[in-house]
């Protein structure tokens, strides 16, 4: 079974649209992540969402709005699409910290969503 | 905050050659360490980490980490490299106090491997 999961792989779409990218994680965790990987292959944390409450949000354009619905789920949507926004963005998931006792959980990446805005 | 180097930015050995890839780390104390590995257009798959201890970590793959301290350092070595091991390696950091959830990648080194 795939530990963290995400939806769609690929997604090509034209400049100006709305899409959502989906993440699932079937590993218990309380903390889950979105990244963004440039064309330079440079990966660089977005958002982080624990128990449902967002708890870091880099200085991402507010086009970006993170949901999530539940601990095991954490989707992107994205509004407006630029030609800046073609990247590979990346889920990812932890135990939360203060339960792990108090340490930095090793974070499990998802296979990654291309997205290309043409 | 804290910030991650990987020197080279691509790495070209033989099958069978031994490898080193490098990493140095800035950070106020002692961070959380982890090389993370990703085969072309796939996901990230964690190497190995260091969280405490002994300073020289196993991981998957015949992979192997010495973290130094006194160098802020945390290299990736394999004593014999196979031509699947061709990938891009990512050195990480995070944080080593509570509530923290931040974590930064280097670069990445690409790993190329000559038959």
């Known amino acids: 079974d795939t530990a963290v999961s995400q939806t769609p792989k690929y997604l090509v779409t034209q400049m100006g649209n709305d899409k959502s990218i989906k993440c699932e994680q079937n590993l218990g965790h309380d903390t889950m992540y979105w990244y963004k990987q440039d064309s330079k292959k440079f990966l660089k944390i977005m958002f982080s969402y624990n128990n449902k409450e967002l708890i870091i949000n880099e200085t991402v354009p507010n086009r970006f709005s993170p949901k999530s619905p539940d601990k095991a789920h954490l989707n992107l949507h994205i509004n407006s699409l630029e030609l800046g926004d073609s990247a590979v963005y990346f889920c990812?998931?932890?135990?939360?910290?203060?339960?792990?006792?108090?340490?930095?959980?090793?974070?499990?990446f998802g296979p990654g969503t291309r997205l290309l805005v043409l | 905050a804290q910030s991650v180097t990987q020197p080279d930015i691509h790495i070209t050995v033989s099958e069978g050659a031994s490898l080193e890839l490098r990493c140095n780390y800035s950070y106020g104390a002692t961070p959380y360490l982890f090389w993370y590995v990703q085969s072309p257009g796939q996901g990230l798959q964690l190497l190995l980490k260091y969280f405490s201890g002994d300073t020289l970590v196993q991981g998957i793959k015949g992979f192997e980490a010495e973290f130094k301290r006194s160098q802020s350092s945390f290299n990736l070595r394999k004593p014999s490299v196979h031509w699947s091991d061709a990938a891009e390696y990512f050195c990480?950091?995070?944080?080593?106090?509570?509530?923290?959830?931040?974590?930064?990648f280097g670069k990445g080194t690409k790993l190329s491997v000559i038959p």
């Open positions: 990812a998931s932890s135990q939360d910290a203060a339960t792990s006792g108090g340490l930095q959980e090793t974070q499990y």
């Open positions: 990480a950091v995070a944080p080593s106090r509570a509530g923290s959830y931040q974590l930064t």
